[in-house]
């Protein structure tokens, strides 16, 4: 019986993350990495886009403490899909209230560019 009681539960349990999941995909949010916070304050950057490159290029953040990241309405094309490899972030960033979140544990330069390499910039994590 107990046994019996367990896997209830268990299957409850993964249809509501499944529909949490779902209901969030849904309202077009994009979290690509979540991890528990220090504490921290959210570093939220907005970029945008001029010259057929981001805008700002160069973006400095704070190591430890949580980064959202979204594009603003003057991004389009391959810009929109931004990735920055050293964190095993690449998403395709479809209006502004699309966001990615992470939080960089360790200070150094990293690239982060569109999913073509034609718009690039640099993440300094101090």
Do not use: H, W
């Not at 529909?19 to 959210?42: E, R």
């Not at 699309?98 to 990293?110: A, L």
């Not at 073509?116 to 994590?125: A, Q």
Request: hydrophobic share 40%; aromatic share 10%; with cysteine.
């Amino acid at each position: 019986m107990k046994s019996s009681m367990k896997y209830l539960i268990g299957i409850i349990l993964l249809i509501l993350l499944s529909s949490i999941f779902l209901f969030q995909m849904s309202n077009g949010k994009k979290i690509v990495a979540t991890l528990p916070s220090n504490g921290g304050d959210i570093q939220k950057i907005v970029i945008g886009m001029k010259n057929y490159n981001y805008d700002p290029n160069t973006i400095t953040v704070k190591a430890g403490q949580p980064v959202v990241i979204s594009l603003d309405n003057s991004v389009y094309g391959c810009l929109r899909s931004f990735t920055i490899p050293a964190f095993g972030i690449r998403e395709y960033l479809r209006t502004p209230e699309d966001t990615i979140q992470f939080i960089p544990t360790n200070p150094g330069k990293y690239t982060f560019a569109c999913s073509m390499g034609m718009g690039t910039g640099t993440l300094i994590v101090e």
